[in-house]
């Protein structure tokens, strides 16, 4: 079975969907708790999704309004690239082997870019928590190019990690 054929059976048998930063997802837990946030914005109290990366695929530069924890579960290493609002960059490492640096979790602050790709050949099969619980009205994907106007710095990391 080749790399592709088994990314497209998990996509399958988990239920994916295709999101729209790019790779598969389903939401797999909502909170039935809520929360009200300072702005009287009224949210799950937490979410969680499986999201699939396959092989050659970005998850391009986006943002959300929580804090996001990313899980790996399976497959290639994730490369997670977070920029801060204030325009620090972080390269992470997401997947099992601790002797390269690889961690098995990350969380990513709320309102900072972030983007992702699978390292090296298969997919990447991860879960992402968010809290308060994600919704798509707190989502933002900007064209390439209102980010490089945003971060002239990071151009070459823009030009990987969104679509043209």
């Known amino acids: 079975m080749t790399t592709k054929e088994s990314a497209q059976e998990r996509i399958q048998k988990l239920g994916l969907h295709p999101h729209p930063e790019g790779g598969y997802y389903a939401e797999t837990f909502r909170s039935k708790e809520t929360v009200t946030l300072p702005d009287g914005r009224v949210r799950s109290a937490g979410t969680a999704i499986y999201y699939l990366l ?28 977070t920029i801060s609002p204030l325009g620090d960059l972080e390269h992470i490492l997401l997947g099992h082997d601790l002797a390269l640096g690889e961690r098995p979790q990350h969380v990513v602050p ?25 919704d798509f009205s707190d989502f933002e ?4 190019a209102a980010l490089l106007k945003i971060f002239p710095d990071h151009r070459e990391r823009i030009l990987e990690f969104t679509n043209p």
């Not at 390292?119 to 994600?134: D, E, I, Y």
């Open 110 to 134: 709320a309102g900072s870019w972030q983007g992702a790709r699978p390292v090296g050949p298969g997919f990447a099969l991860v879960g992402c928590t968010v809290a308060p619980g994600f």
């Open 54 to 81: 396959p092989e050659g695929s970005i998850s391009a530069l986006h943002r959300v309004a929580a804090d996001e924890a990313w899980h790996h579960y399976s497959g290639a290493s994730l490369e997670l690239l």
């Open 141 to 144: 994907m900007p064209p390439r």
